[in-house]
Each structure stands twice: as structure tokens, then as C-alpha cells.
């Protein structure tokens, strides 16, 4: 399962960041890796945009870039 996919008010845990060298470092750089517990804060009407939570950072991202992003719902 990917981000992407997850609903508003939902739980996860990061499993693996599938992306190339550069998205990956601004991601990391945002507190997302491997283990981490985010929350779906919210999701664009057009869902264009997913807005998460992650150790009380929030962080808006774009659905591809979501997507690039595996999870396990918990």
C-alpha cells in the first residue's frame, strides 16, 4: 500500500521510500523514513494534495510524490 491511498484520520507506518537520490533526501530531510508513524491529516477535494503529520511536523505533499512512499496501515 502507498500513501497516496490512505484516507483522512488514517495511520501508518513508513516501509520503504521508492524514489530517486534527490526526492528521497528532501523527504528524509522532512523526518520521513523507514519506521516512522505518520497520520493523514487531510486530502485536497481534487486530491492533488495530502497533508500528514509526522513527529508534529506537518508536511503537505504532493499525491505523486505520495505514492512513491509504501506504508503499512496501523
Do not use: P, W, Y
Not at 520503504?16 to 519506521?35: A, E, W, Y
Not at 508513524?37 to 499525491?63: F, G, H, P, S, W
Amino acid at each position: 500500500m502507498t500513501l497516496n491511498e490512505l484516507q483522512k484520520g488514517e495511520s501508518a507506518i513508513i516501509k520503504q521510500l521508492d524514489c530517486d537520490k534527490v526526492l528521497k533526501s528532501r523527504l528524509n530531510s522532512f523526518g520521513l523514513k523507514k519506521g516512522e508513524k505518520i497520520n493523514i491529516e487531510e486530502v485536497t477535494l481534487a486530491k492533488e494534495t495530502i497533508k500528514i503529520n509526522i513527529n508534529r511536523t506537518k508536511i503537505a505533499l504532493r499525491v505523486t510524490e505520495a505514492s512513491n512512499i509504501k506504508v503499512e496501515k496501523c
